[in-house]
């Protein structure tokens, strides 16, 4: 169905140039970095229609499926984690996940911590994995939670997730659909809905979308989730574990999967749950750390990368 005579996915703002991707149907967003979609912003109302009109053809379920946490899933979903005060969200995110249709599909929890906590938290159905910190006060290594996640994943797509992404239930299905044949990287979000507090928790207690009023933003050109046959993950080298805290190791991913069979026409909603921002005790030095580490080329990162024993008990890098 068209909205407003288009199809969502070719809403952008005026100054913005998207094309069609001919291998996903998605929309390549000819911009560097992501960027909010100025008329939900100037017209409030907007937002909460645009959603309502995407549930219609994307709904999102909470209610478990069995082949959702299957033992021969086509896609795997990955998601890091440390401490417990994102609960609420995390527990509405992993249940759109064990409620995939059309698709064998599994979800995999690492949790990174000093100590578990997540062992009895986690979902039935929830494969969950701990790799202990090298220390209390290490900061989160997303890097090595993915990487970890993804060794241990059995599904032939892995999605690169996070613990505040609902999305809808045939998600696993469109990736498996898309990242097929020859194509062996993706990215996913042509929008990301992002709520604001009382209507994030709204849709945690309700298990439900259909009530969502305001929308605070909507992003496009997201670098995450993201998509990519294991296989090609692997040969890549998986995440840079030298980044600690946040910000960077998603920009290095993607500039190292380009090298792949890779798609950059994204294709799906997703929908971000309110949080607290989260401190970034690794300080500027992520910052720096990208600059250098984007000073050598692709191929010579995948070498590098590729030849260590990354998605172990113990990061390749230390703190």
Known sequence: AAWLGMSWKDLCNRHEQIEVDQQTQGRVCHWEDSSPLTVSRIFPQVGPRLLQHLLKEWPVNFTSTTN?????????????????????????????????????????????????????????GVRYIHTPATSPDMPFNRSWALNAG????????????????????????????????????????????????????????????AQVCSIDRIVQNNPTPMALTRDAYLAIGGHDESFYGWGGEDNEFLDRARTLNHCEGAFLP??????????????????????????????HRIKDLSARNFGQIEPSVRW
Not at 162 to 191: C, M, T, W
């Open 68 to 124: 959702a946490a299957s033992n021969t899933p086509d896609v795997s979903f990955v998601i890091g984690v440390r401490g417990t005060s994102r609960l609420p969200q995390f527990i509405a995110t992993v249940q759109s996940l064990l409620s995939q249709q059309d698709c064998e599909s599994e979800v995999v929890v690492v949790e990174q911590s000093w100590q578990p906590e997540f062992q009895n938290i986690v979902p039935e």
């Open 150 to 209: 993804v060794v241990h994943a059995r599904g032939r797509v892995v999605v690169l997730h996070d613990g505040d992404y609902v999305v809808p239930a045939h998600f696993a299905k469109e990736v498996s659909k898309r990242v097929a044949g020859n194509i062996q990287s993706a990215r996913l979000p042509r929008f990301i809905f992002y709520f604001d507090q009382w209507s994030s928790e709204q849709i945690q207690q309700a298990q439900s979308l």
């Open 270 to 299: 997703v929908f971000h749950l309110w949080h607290p921002e989260a401190p970034n005790r690794s300080g500027d030095r992520n910052t720096g750390n990208l600059t250098a580490i984007m000073s050598r080329t692709a191929a």
